[in-house]
């Protein structure tokens, strides 16, 4: 769906004038619609969705400690950092606190740890590189917006821009932000939209299961499946 189709539903169901262009239009609910569907998109975009992380590797300098992020970084994905060559974690981002400690007071010890800050924000690491090798890492993108072209974008910029993010969320944030500017009830739009925001990232994540009351089957002990004798009990 494009930022068009989505306002045009949003605006069917709400009971608004179909708008027929948002980006070049002076019109109040076209206007809202856009700055309301841009605020959806920045919230959605706050949470760990996987469709928005995207893999980086850059390669060390002998003798350079600090190197640029990638024009669209938003954080860095935890525990994400590795040197490629000898697959070592590389740990951080340190507080300032451990950076310090880290320089100062223990230098030199071989693995690299790094921190994230500065203007413009930069990756830092320590010990300084004295050898050209890889690190890699994940991070969240900035970019939510495919354009026409296959260009992505922060933002919207034209009426067929397509959102990254899941499109029906889109449509159910911006439904319930309308009703709200407009002064109706909106408890309803508001309920559905966060609990389908929470089941969708919990599926779009795939976390494994973590089995508690069960044992391999391979497993031969004392306790059977479910830690309840199978013989010799009662």
Same mark, same amino acid.
């Given at each position: 769906?494009?930022?068009?189709?989505?306002?045009?539903?949003?605006?069917?169901?709400?009971?608004?004038?179909? +708008?027929?262009?948002?980006?070049?239009? !002076?019109?109040?609910? =076209?206007?809202?619609?856009?700055?309301?569907? &841009?605020?959806?998109?920045? %919230?959605?975009? &706050?949470?760990?969705?996987? #469709?928005?992380?995207?893999?980086?590797?850059?390669?060390? #300098?002998?003798?350079?400690?600090?190197?640029?992020? +990638?024009?669209?970084?938003?954080?860095?994905?935890?525990?994400?950092?590795?040197?490629?060559?000898?697959?070592?974690?590389?740990?951080?981002?340190?507080?300032?606190?451990?950076?310090?400690?880290?320089?100062?007071?223990?230098?030199?010890?071989?693995?690299?740890?790094?921190?994230?800050?500065?203007? =413009?924000?930069?990756?830092?690491?320590? =010990?300084?590189?004295?050898?050209? %090798?890889?690190?890699?890492?994940?991070?969240?993108?900035?970019?939510?917006?495919?354009?026409?072209?296959?260009?992505?974008?922060?933002?919207?910029?034209?009426?067929?821009?397509?959102?990254?993010?899941? %499109?029906?969320?889109?449509? &159910?944030?911006?439904?319930?932000? !309308?009703?709200?500017? &407009?002064? !109706?009830?909106?408890?309803?739009?508001?309920?559905?939209?966060?609990?389908?925001?929470?089941?969708?990232?919990?599926?779009?994540?795939?976390? /494994?299961?973590?089995?508690?009351?069960?044992?391999?089957?391979?497993? %031969?002990?004392?306790?059977?499946?479910?830690?309840? +004798?199978?013989? /010799?009990? /009662?």
């Amino acid at each position: 769906m494009s930022l068009l189709s989505i306002c045009q539903g949003v605006s069917d169901v709400v009971g608004f004038t179909r +708008p027929t262009a948002i980006i070049s239009s !002076m019109d109040q609910i =076209p206007r809202q619609c856009l700055g309301f569907a &841009k605020e959806t998109l920045i %919230e959605l975009s &706050k949470m760990d969705w996987p #469709v928005l992380q995207v893999p980086y590797t850059f390669n060390t #300098v002998p003798g350079q400690a600090a190197y640029d992020l +990638p024009v669209d970084f938003a954080r860095e994905i935890g525990d994400s950092v590795y040197g490629a060559a000898r697959y070592s974690q590389v740990r951080g981002s340190l507080t300032p606190a451990d950076w310090a400690r880290q320089r100062n007071v223990l230098p030199g010890l071989g693995f690299y740890r790094f921190r994230i800050f500065g203007n =413009p924000m930069q990756l830092n690491l320590t =010990p300084t590189p004295q050898v050209a %090798e890889s690190i890699v890492f994940e991070y969240q993108t900035t970019y939510r917006v495919r354009q026409i072209s296959g260009d992505f974008k922060t933002t919207f910029y034209a009426d067929d821009d397509v959102t990254v993010v899941d %499109e029906d969320l889109m449509v &159910k944030g911006l439904k319930w932000r !309308m009703r709200r500017a &407009k002064g !109706m009830d909106y408890s309803e739009e508001f309920d559905d939209y966060e609990i389908d925001r929470a089941q969708t990232l919990a599926q779009a994540m795939q976390l /494994g299961s973590l089995p508690v009351a069960t044992r391999s089957p391979y497993y %031969e002990g004392e306790l059977g499946m479910g830690y309840i +004798p199978e013989s /010799g009990f /009662g």
